[in-house]
């Protein structure tokens, strides 16, 4: 193992030097993962890494003048330095070290990995995962009732190594998880500080109150931000449900498969405007993701039809003068413009969704801007409104972007070797068979960085979560989302078929991670759902 904890860092630190994009590799069993990230050697290693990346970022920062390039970097730089934060001394705790190194290398992979996008797997894997999956069912192993009693001994080997023992502050080894029973493992923890989940001493704390709670550390990061910027006035707290009502035109984007545009509220704070039938069911499978113990996702709701759910004004006159047809990005001063573009980027047909237009005058502007908060930009005072168009929907949905508090990544994936090795991610297999959830894909599980202003006003990452996003492709089955009445129940859901617990699902993407999902994994998530 010693040669082996030499040589991950050797063979990582020569592709950096070549220039070359490879994940690093760490040991593919849970006992020489364990081993892997307890090892001295290897954080050293790791933590030498990280300084020849920072160091040579540093390089590109001084050479370049392009502003867009230079926030780029600061941001990596930024994430980087986290990273190398979280590789702790021998000092510290079992769990310290481990989780620290964990951290550290699943956030140098996600830099490594960049935006790679997932394409749709082969055929013969999509018809087993779809077809197969919702005739046959996917399969968690089955333990039989008669030896969940007795120890797993060589079994302990397929078991997590970040199963928590708090009397020590430490995970167990293979060693002593092979002297204990199925059930004695399903009832185990994941430990306090896991980025994806909450431990079950985290998750009693909220209760009934995690989404209230959720919301509330969105409020409170985006109120700092806002005061630190001059946008809101110190000591008031950002009215997140007010401003969201009356949202401004930035542009219209091309971006995935969805249609969406581009807005700010009053006070600056990027909004998501989508359309389409995943906005309703986002808001309801990303809470019940929150509730069951989720750390981090997505802020999203649905709106009901009319202004006092949404009012979106449009850009202002002259913003269209550079757009040029075929461009990803283009503004709308017109509500015709905004379908066009809409039509042009996603073939997508806004007219049915629409319930009322346009433009702000005099005699109108009190009712089309009466939930417009104040102490927001100047700029966009209703006096400084007038000529603008406006619109209404039936339907549409918005999601918070809290750039400054939250900077979300790509690359946080469920398919690399911690992510096989972890209970919280192999558990997730069970849920979202559970809701349905069809796009799993890695790029849908993003790292959140959240971030803090320090000394001299400076904003810096504090903290790093992993979390689902994108959860519009559930409940529902594989042709639609949000038919809760198409969703399996009782036997028709889940039984007992080929020596394993069987859950008929379709869905278009499995992560490695799931492969490694043991009975113990699945029982402990159970628990999280039914509590």
Do not use: C
Not at 274 to 285: C, L, S
Not at 489 to 513: C, D, T, V
């Amino acid at each position: 193992m010693k040669i082996f904890a030499f040589l991950v860092p050797f063979i990582l630190f020569s592709s950096l030097l070549r220039g070359e994009v490879l994940l690093p590799e760490v040991p593919r069993n849970a006992a020489g993962l364990g081993e892997s990230l307890r090892s001295n050697h290897f954080r050293i290693e790791l933590r030498e890494m990280l300084s020849q990346r920072i160091g040579a970022l540093n390089e590109e920062l001084g050479e370049t003048n392009d502003e867009d390039d230079r926030d780029d970097l600061e941001d990596v730089l930024d994430i980087l330095t986290f990273a190398r934060s979280q590789l702790v001394d021998e000092g510290a705790s079992d769990r310290e070290i481990v989780r620290g190194s964990a951290s550290a290398y699943r956030i140098f992979l996600s830099v490594q990995r960049g935006k790679a996008k997932q394409q749709l797997p082969p055929f013969n894997i999509l018809f087993r995962n779809v077809v197969w999956g919702t005739l046959f069912g996917h399969g968690i192993p089955l333990v039989p009732e008669g030896l969940r009693a007795q120890p797993v001994s060589d079994a302990a080997a397929q078991e997590s190594p970040f199963l928590f023992d708090p009397s020590r502050d430490a995970f167990y080894t293979t060693d002593e998880l092979s002297r204990k029973s199925p059930e004695e493992i399903a009832g185990l923890d994941i430990g306090p500080g896991h980025p994806a989940w909450l431990s079950w001493a985290e998750k009693s704390q909220y209760g009934d109150d995690r989404i209230e709670q959720f919301e509330g550390e969105m409020i409170d990061g985006v109120s700092k931000a806002l005061w630190s910027k001059g946008d809101l006035m110190a000591g008031r707290e950002y009215p997140l449900n007010e401003a969201r009502k009356v949202l401004f035109l930035e542009e219209v984007y091309l971006s995935a498969t969805s249609p969406k545009v581009e807005t700010e509220d009053v006070f600056g704070v990027e909004w998501k405007l989508k359309w389409g039938d995943e906005p309703a069911i986002e808001p309801v499978a990303n809470r019940l993701y929150l509730l069951a113990g989720g750390r981090a996702t997505d802020l999203v709701f649905a709106n009901e039809a009319g202004s006092n759910e949404l009012t979106l004004i449009l850009n202002k006159a002259g913003a269209t003068a550079d757009d040029e047809k075929g461009d990803d990005e283009r503004h709308a001063e017109t509500v015709a413009q905004l379908s066009e573009a809409l039509r042009d980027f996603y073939g997508f047909d806004l007219a049915p969704y629409i319930l009322e237009t346009g433009v702000i005058t005099e005699a109108n502007v009190g009712h089309i801007l009466r939930h417009l908060p104040h102490g927001g930009d100047e700029d966009l005072e209703p006096s400084r409104l007038m000529g603008r168009h406006w619109v209404t929907f039936k339907e549409s949905g918005v999601e918070l972007k809290p750039k400054k508090f939250i900077r979300r990544e790509d690359g946080a994936p469920l398919s690399d070797m911690i992510s096989r090795h972890d209970r919280a991610t192999r558990g997730l297999y069970l849920f979202d068979l559970w809701i349905e959830n069809r796009d799993v894909k890695d790029d849908n599980q993003k790292a959140f960085y959240q971030r803090t202003e320090g000394v001299g006003g400076d904003w810096a990452v504090s903290d790093y979560y992993e979390g689902h996003h994108d959860l519009g492709l559930s409940l529902g089955g594989l042709s639609s989302s949000g038919k809760i009445n198409r969703l399996r129940s009782g036997n028709r859901f889940a039984g007992e078929g080929f020596g394993k617990l069987r859950f008929k699902a379709p869905i278009f993407f499995k992560p490695k991670s799931w492969k490694h999902a043991t009975w113990a994994d699945g029982k402990w998530m159970a628990r999280h759902i039914a509590t």
